[in-house]
């Protein structure tokens, strides 16, 4: 006896073959992606507090004004005002002191983040030279950045030394 099938059962199978390896397909295709636009959020919070990091590691105080309104420009918050406030003060002792420093960033990573805020921390390495040091001398930063996503745009709103 022969097992045959009838053309309506392998219609009805091809069809269901066909939902599933689309359903299936689209699934993949969306996870992929939600990851591809994760990746791409880490990348920006990355490069913000990268940035953010080295424009608050090189200063220069032929070109203070510049430079601070660099520093200025990444941040808001708390973080914008106390460095505002303190900006005449800075640019007066940077002067005096002929300071000028140079940041490199060595390592960056997220602590955690949400689509509204991250905490990362940063490493960085400075040579800093003034009227003290007029060889320069390297410095090591660890650093702890909160940033907050504001207008399309990561900010640093906090900074802090940590050991």
Do not use: C
Request: overall charge neutral.
């Amino acid at each position: 006896m022969k097992n045959l099938r009838s053309p309506v059962s392998l219609k009805a199978g091809l069809v269901a073959s066909t939902v599933l390896t689309t359903a299936l397909t689209t699934w993949l295709a969306l996870g992929l992606h939600a990851q591809h636009e994760a990746n791409q959020v880490r990348q920006d919070i990355l490069v913000a507090a990268r940035q953010s990091a080295l424009n608050f590691t090189s200063l220069d105080y032929r070109h203070y004004d510049r430079d601070s309104a660099n520093v200025l420009a990444g941040a808001t918050g708390d973080f914008k005002k106390q460095f505002a406030a303190q900006t005449e003060q800075l640019t007066r002792l940077v002067a005096v002191n002929k300071s000028v420093s140079e940041g490199q960033i060595l390592e960056a990573g997220i602590v955690r983040s949400d689509e509204d805020s991250a905490r990362v921390l940063v490493v960085a390495d400075s040579q800093v030279t003034n009227t003290a040091a007029p060889q320069g001398e390297s410095r090591t930063y660890r650093l702890q950045l909160d940033l907050v996503h504001r207008d399309g745009r990561w900010l640093t709103s906090d900074v802090e030394f940590v050991g």
